[in-house]
């Protein structure tokens, strides 16, 4: 079983940045793609941005338009989520997930708890 642990969530104003960060550990924590999902309240799930086991090849929603970065630490079972310029339109719960392939497109087999993310206007 692996557990994912966010944190870095919290309340910033509309322009402003944050970064999430998630520890992966247990099972094969670390050995695949990992990525990151949110969801709105009275909205559905969406996908945010993904990496590949190596971190060599990454991904996101097309709402991202280059304010978000997704990065990893391989050797420490660590992801990171750069969100910079953020929006109101961007609160949410954020979560982690651990894929069941090594490559994208991901497919999460593992889910963290969340952090919540706030965008005051």
């Known amino acids: 079983q692996v557990l994912l642990v966010e944190s870095g969530g919290g309340v910033v104003q509309a322009g402003g940045s944050l970064r999430l960060s998630c520890a992966a550990s247990g099972g094969t924590a670390g050995h695949f793609a990992m990525a990151w999902y949110r969801q709105a309240p009275g909205k559905e799930r969406e996908f945010v941005a993904a990496?590949?086991?190596?971190?060599?090849?990454?991904g996101y929603g097309d709402f991202v338009k280059g304010r978000f970065t997704i990065s990893r630490i391989v050797a420490e079972n660590m992801v990171y989520l750069q969100m910079n310029r953020l929006k109101p339109e961007d609160t949410a719960v954020y979560y982690c997930t651990q894929s069941r392939t090594r490559t994208l497109p991901d497919d999460p087999a593992y889910w963290g708890q969340g952090t919540q993310v706030t965008v005051s206007s």
């Open positions: 990496t590949s086991w190596s971190g060599g090849s990454v």
